[in-house]
């Protein structure tokens, strides 16, 4: 089956350490996202990546960090620098930049302790 | 600036109402995409449908149905019968820059329950 599969589910760490969140798709899409989600908040775009080698920051970058070194993974690292890390974190992606139906991951619920 | 305004934080049906979600958006853009998504309980956003700025056109698809009216730059979705498996946070997305990249701009959602 095709898709986009995100591990944990649930991920918890103690303040201060870094974590990197794991995007996997066997979709063959070009672009991937990631998005944050709060409590009665929608979902805000944290990074982008329109072919592989390449990211751009989204709306809330600040404190974490991206790679995009194989078309099929993104991981999404959450720095100590995040004031609030603690969230639900979504991947998605598209099958190019241009096409703005974009495909979900299960996501990530990270609590910081 | 562009925004999508999902007034209803929450909304509670019974079994076999019909409810509306209301989607109001923002943009300058003369070209653009507007989307439904559905969040059930797990967590994971599925796709519910895409509609084109040019295309003013009613949508229906089983129980669910859309209502988009450039004149009220609104894009409502309607559920008819609702069923208990239609719980879920319900989320409007607008597309940035026209359509033409990946971007999107989501609504704080509705989360809608239905009791049996």
């Known amino acids: 089956d095709g898709g986009i599969t995100q591990s944990p589910k649930y991920l918890f760490r103690k303040e201060g350490q870094n974590v990197t969140l794991s995007c996997e798709q066997n979709l063959n899409h070009d672009a991937m996202y990631w998005y944050r989600q709060d409590p009665g908040q929608g979902l805000r775009l944290i990074y982008y990546?329109?072919?592989?080698?390449?990211?751009q920051k989204g709306d809330i970058a600040e404190g974490y960090s991206v790679s995009r070194e194989k078309k099929e993974s993104f991981p999404l690292t959450v720095t100590s620098a995040q004031k609030n890390p603690t969230a639900f974190y979504l991947c998605a992606s598209s099958i190019a930049w241009t096409d703005n139906e974009q495909f979900f991951g299960p996501g990530t619920r990270l609590t910081v302790l | 600036a562009q925004k999508v305004t999902q007034a209803q934080t929450e909304i509670s049906v019974v079994e076999k109402e019909d409810v509306t979600l209301d989607c109001v958006y923002e943009t300058r853009d003369t070209t653009y995409y507007l989307f439904w998504y559905k969040q059930p309980p797990s967590g994971e956003l599925v796709f519910l449908i895409r509609r084109n700025s040019f295309d003013e056109q009613n949508e229906i698809s089983g129980r669910y149905s859309w209502n988009f009216q450039k004149s009220t730059s609104s894009f409502n979705f309607t559920i008819t019968a609702s069923q208990v498996v239609d719980s879920a946070v319900y989320f409007c997305a607008l597309s940035r820059y026209g359509g033409s990249q990946g971007n999107l701009i989501f609504g704080k959602g509705t989360k809608l329950s239905v009791k049996p």
């Open positions: 990546s329109q072919i592989v080698n390449d990211f």
